[in-house]
Nanobody, 119 residues
Framework: VQLQASGGGLVQPGGSLRLSCAAS????????MGWYRQALGKQRELVAV???????FHADSVKGRFTISRDAAKNTVYLQMHSLKPEDTAVYYC??????????????WGQGTQVTVSS
C-alpha cells in the first residue's frame, strides 16, 4: 500500500489549506485513515482519524478548525484546515489501516507534507 500526500505549503496565520492523501496498491479494504503531525523537536501526534464505520475524531487542539473527510471510492482522505496558527506548523503524515489482498492487516504511512504557518 502506498500513500501519497499533497497540499502542504506556506500560509499566513488565519489562512486555510487542504491536504489530500490517496492510497493505492492491492487494497482489499481500508478500516481507517488519519492524519498525524510532527513539529520540529516534538513527538508525532494524532490530528484526526476517520473510520470506515463513520467514526470521526479530531484532537482538541484542532477541533473546530480542521475537518477530516474521506472519499471511500477513491481511497482518499482529506484534511481541511482553517484558521491556521503558527503552532500548526509541522510535517503532516497520513496513515491508513488497511487489509491487503491475502488478508493481512497493517498500518501504512505516507511520506509527509510540510505545513508552515508564518507571516
Amino acid at each position: 500500500v502506498q500513500l501519497q500526500a499533497s497540499g502542504g505549503g506556506l500560509v499566513q496565520p488565519g489562512g486555510s489549506l487542504r491536504l489530500s492523501c490517496a492510497a493505492s496498491g492491492t487494497i482489499f479494504s481500508i478500516n481507517a485513515m488519519g492524519w498525524y503531525r510532527q513539529a520540529l523537536g516534538k513527538q508525532r501526534e494524532l490530528v484526526a482519524v476517520i473510520t470506515s464505520a463513520g467514526f470521526i475524531f479530531h484532537a482538541d487542539s484542532v477541533k473546530g478548525r480542521f475537518t477530516i473527510s474521506r472519499d471511500a471510492a477513491k481511497n482518499t482522505v482529506y484534511l481541511q484546515m482553517h484558521s491556521l496558527k503558527p503552532e500548526d506548523t509541522a510535517v503532516y503524515y497520513c496513515s491508513a489501516n488497511a487489509v491487503v489482498a491475502g488478508g493481512s492487516e497493517d498500518d501504512y504511512w505516507g511520506q509527509g507534507t510540510q505545513v508552515t504557518v508564518s507571516s
